[in-house]
């Protein structure tokens, strides 16, 4: 029997992975079996099965992914001496994550923030993907807390200013524009940068 190369499981899996991530995208995670994702990857159960035991770790595997290159990007991002601002570094992330679908492909760049909305739904009944989402957000947050602490040693944002606080915000504002994309259709990442520019250039008001 001849030996399967690693570079051709890798590719398989691949396969599987974004022939689920269509479909969840498409139907959601309950409305969506096994066979819909059979049928989308052209491929038998075994074939499946070999690399996936269900639903389940489909949605676990998609999930891990995607926190993983959200991590990764801002983890790089606080390695660097300064950090770039704000919208330049949540801009950079975010047309990579959107634009890319967290590495895998979809029908039309709305499909990844669709599946975002419902992993954050799915977390609210699944303990075990609640683990997993929860985890990635510590990883993230601290990420943005080494960021902030770099614009602050920098000499780019008050020191008063608490680094768990600004870490939290800018997780939301990624967040927002995610589930406006997904409810509201798609808008260029460009507008979320232009806002963050601005609510960063605001001043005291001038005494009267």
């Known amino acids: 029997m001849a030996r399967v190369s690693q570079e051709?499981?890798?590719a398989r899996r691949r396969q599987i992975l974004d022939g689920a991530a269509r479909c969840f995208a498409?139907?959601?995670f309950h409305a969506t079996s096994m066979q819909d994702v059979l049928r989308e990857v052209n491929l038998s159960a075994g074939a499946v099965y070999?690399?996936?035991?269900?639903?389940?770790?489909?949605?676990r595997a998609i999930v891990e992914e995607v926190l993983g290159l959200i991590e990764g990007a801002f983890a790089a991002a606080?390695?660097?001496?300064?950090p770039p601002p704000p919208d330049v570094l949540l801009g950079r992330v975010m047309s990579e994550v959107l634009g890319k679908g967290g590495g895998m492909e979809?029908?039309?760049?709305?499909?990844?923030?669709?599946l975002i909305i419902q992993v954050w739904t799915e977390t609210l009944r699944n303990d075990e993907l609640s683990a997993v989402i929860r985890e990635g957000f510590?990883?993230?947050?601290?990420a943005w807390v080494r960021i902030v602490r770099a614009y602050q040693a920098a000499g780019l944002m008050r020191d008063d200013v608490d680094p768990e606080?600004?870490?939290?915000?800018?997780?939301a504002v990624a967040q927002g524009f995610a589930a406006q994309q997904a409810l509201f259709g798609e808008a260029p990442v460009e507008l979320l940068q232009e806002g963050l520019r601005g609510l960063i250039s605001m001043k005291e008001p001038k005494a009267s």
Do not use: C, N, Q, W
């Open 165 to 171: 606080s600004v870490a939290r915000t800018m997780i």
């Open 78 to 82: 606080a390695e660097e001496s300064p």
């Open 8 to 10: 051709h499981l890798d």
């Open 138 to 142: 510590d990883k993230v947050r601290a």
């Open 106 to 114: 979809y029908e039309g760049e709305a499909g990844f923030p669709r």
């Open 26 to 28: 498409r139907g959601g």
């Open 50 to 59: 070999r690399y996936f035991s269900g639903k389940e770790a489909l949605i």
